[in-house]
């Protein structure tokens, strides 16, 4: 697969998982993460083992968060990276190392 086309499966899985508002949640079986769905209901999604770190805790319920602000600075970059090659087409629309 290339970096595109995992890139474009990760946007996929994230829309897929819209709104994407998890949150971390307790109780009497002890700690979990729980999505927020489309109407607003909460959805349980995954129960985190009393062994899991503190880190790994915090990583799992801001999953989606974290994806969506490295996906916005891809795009940031990539936009960043095309502006930059812009001066180098010629006056006649060109690229210059064509």
């Known amino acids: 697969m290339t970096d595109g086309q995992q890139l ?45 770190s503190e880190a790994e805790r915090r990583f799992l319920a801001a999953a989606p968060d974290m994806v969506r602000f490295l996906l916005a600075l891809i795009d940031r970059a990539a936009d ?10 010629g006056q006649d629309g060109s690229r210059a190392d064509s």
Do not use: N, S, Y
Not at 23 to 34: I, M
Not at 80 to 89: G, I, K, S
């Open 8 to 52: 474009a499966a990760i946007r996929t899985d994230l829309a897929a998982i819209a709104p994407g508002k998890w949150q971390r949640a307790a109780d009497a079986d002890g700690e979990f993460v729980e999505a927020m769905g489309d109407m607003g209901e909460i959805v349980p999604i995954c129960r985190i083992h009393p062994a899991a």
């Open 80 to 89: 960043t990276v095309r502006r930059l090659r812009a001066p180098a087409e």
